[in-house]
Nanobody
Framework: QVQLVESGGGLVQPGGSLRLSCAAS????????MSWYRQAPGKERELVAT????????NYADSVKGRFTISRDNAKATVYLQMNSLKPDDTAVYYC?????????WGQGTQVTVSS
């Protein structure tokens, strides 16, 4: 059974940083594009960042450009999201997604709360 397990969420003050991790297992991680999504209370799930299977290409939502960085380690089957200069609007459950040619897998999510 495919597994995506997120970690690294928590409570942080505005302006602070967090690093999310998503450990993958039981599928061919290195051939999947990986993404981070988030969903705030009462809002739809939105795409935050994507990285191609090789790690050579990345894409970000306008709201996080310059603050968040997505990266991956195919040897460890793990994708990361470094989040800096966090704002209260970044508060959400963050989900890891693996996508390839119609196949899509999701993690269970990790809560990020930005508050003073």
């Amino acid at each position: 059974q495919v597994q995506l397990v997120e970690s690294g969420g928590g409570l942080v003050q505005p302006g602070g940083s967090l690093r999310l991790s998503c450990a993958a297992s039981r599928f061919a991680f290195s051939v999947y594009d990986m993404s981070w999504y988030r969903q705030a209370p009462g809002k739809e799930r939105e795409l935050v960042a994507t990285i191609t299977s090789s790690g050579g290409g990345t894409n970000y939502a306008d709201s996080v450009k310059g603050r968040f960085t997505i990266s991956r380690d195919n040897a460890k089957a793990t994708v990361y999201l470094q989040m800096n200069s966090l704002k209260p609007d970044d508060t959400a459950v963050y989900y890891c997604n693996a996508g390839r040619r119609g196949s899509s897998y999701w993690g269970q999510g990790t809560q990020v709360t930005v508050s003073s």
